[in-house]
Each structure stands twice: as C-alpha cells, then as structure tokens.
Nanobody, 122 residues
Framework: QVELVESGGGLVQAGGSLRLSCVAS????????MGWSRQAQGGGLEFVAA???????TYYGDSVKGRFTFSRDNSNTLYLQMNSLKPEDTAHYYC????????????????WGRGTQVTVSS
C-alpha cells in the first residue's frame, strides 16, 4: 500500500503560481512511477507530470510543459511547482503512483490521494 497526501491548492489569479506538495509513505513507494494528475469538473483524469526513478526522467503533459515542474526532496515529499497558471488549469489535483508510466498516461493510477483543489480566476 502506498499512501499519498496532497496539500497546497487554493485560489490564484491567472498568471500566478502555486506549489503543490505530496507526502508519500508506505511500501517501497520508490518502486513506483510517481506523478500528478488532475480532474476538471465533469472531465476525466488528465496526466500532468510523472517521474521514473530508474531512469531519472520526468515527463509532462503537453498542456503544462514549460509551466509546471515536478520535484522531490529527501523526505519523501513530492512537489508540483505551477507557474503562469491559466483558468483552464482549474481542477482537482491528485498525487499518483503506478507500476508503470502508461497507467498514469491512461488515467489509471494504482494509488492516488484525496487531492487538492486549484482554482485559477481570470
């Protein structure tokens, strides 16, 4: 079992920034691909970013490339720095974990947290 707890969401004006955090714990979470996904109201789960530890590579969804940055620190906390936010970034953001990257791309993570809401006003 992998436990994920997100925080850091809120209301921000377009062009602003937010940083989301995710505390990960549980069984050898480092064996999973870790990432972020989001779900806008009425929509499906959209891939945002992910990191593969074995190759040390980070992947981003097309809609967030160049604006969002995935990172982690040594205390098993993951971050999503979101800059130049747009109203279309408004969504519930989830920290996710999966056995492979494809599951995150396909919106089918093995684990996810309760999420944190991000609202971007125009």
């Amino acid at each position: 079992q992998v436990e994920l707890v997100e925080s850091g969401g809120g209301l921000v004006q377009a062009g602003g920034s937010l940083r989301l955090s995710c505390v990960a714990s549980g069984r050898t979470f480092s064996n999973y691909v870790m990432g972020w996904s989001r779900q806008a109201q009425g929509g499906g789960l959209e891939f945002v970013a992910a990191h593969t530890w074995h190759s040390n590579r980070t992947y981003y969804g097309d809609s967030v490339k160049g604006r969002f940055t995935f990172s982690r620190d040594n205390s098993n906390t993951l971050y999503l720095q979101m800059n130049s936010l747009k109203p279309e970034d408004t969504a519930h953001y989830y920290c996710t974990a999966a056995e492979n990257l494809r599951r995150l791309y396909d919106g089918a993570p093995d684990y996810w947290g309760r999420g944190t809401q991000v609202t971007v006003s125009s």
